[in-house]
């Protein structure tokens, strides 16, 4: 064989290894992609709502009797209790809890204030079925701090104040401090400027109470499989409230001086709620 034959061939090859090493590469980076996946939003929805209590009328409340049948905790078969009672009808409710909830009229959220946990499903505006906690490796034996205190917690109207996602991020960047962030001075303005539209502000940024959106959390995300046995979607339960007691008069007399999470499941919207410490 002739050198320049030789040469040829040694670029035909060189030129098919370059290609092979090319499909590789492309096919090794869409499989990465495919198995490392955008990280998903823990939100039930975007739209956002800071909520304080109100002395104008209103047709959401906080606290108030037990409504429903089937309202008996499955551990200690205690009452539950009820935070918050919101009018599904009217028309500051996010879209995305008016289709969840089909027909009902009302949401409740209930929680149990022995155990401090609670899951369930509403099925009518006068029925929830209940189901039994699970695992609560996280809770110590007689750690929750409501044995004591009466189960009902005393009405009082509540509104719905809505938040831009710019807003509802900025709150939970003046929250997170441990990870070194802070607000800079604009950021800390246009927060201010939120609060100072309002007809009733926080008394303390550290502790509120929001409907929807993007919550922070004071020791961890609670998100988790959804509770409902019925429940075939294998769907991640996704933030659905945050309960500040100390910014709700009434709900830290009753149930005790902790931040309450309330999740639902976005295919069947059945709730779980638990509580971390402030």
Known sequence: MKIS?????????????????????????SETNVNEPAEESEALTTEAFYVQRTTSP?????????????????????????????????????????????????LPLYVCSQCSVLSYQVLADDKIACFPHGDLDWCFDNESPHY?????????????YPMSPEIDALWK?????????????LESAQLQGYFDSLDVAPDDLDDYSQLCGDPYWIQRSRTSDCPNP??????????????????????GDSIGYFNFQFMACPACFSISVQYECT
């Open 148 to 160: 004591e205190t009466r189960p009902e917690i005393q009405r009082q109207p509540i509104r719905l």
């Open 5 to 29: 034959e030789i040469i040829s061939s040694l670029k035909n090859n060189i030129k098919k290894l370059t290609n092979h090493l090319l499909c590789c590469q492309a096919r090794f980076t």
């Open 173 to 185: 960047k003046h929250h997170y401090l441990y990870n070194q962030e802070s607000l800079d001075d």
């Open 58 to 106: 209103s047709p959401h409340y906080l606290g108030g009797p037990t409504l429903h049948s089937g309202s008996e905790c499955p551990e200690c078969g205690r009452e539950v209790t009820l935070t918050w009672d919101l009018d599904l009808t009217a028309p500051d409710i996010p879209a995305t809890l008016k289709g969840g909830y089909g027909s009902l009229q009302r």
């Open 230 to 251: 019925q429940c075939k979607a294998g769907a991640t339960t996704k933030r659905l409230a945050h309960i500040s007691p100390t910014d709700s008069p009434g709900l």
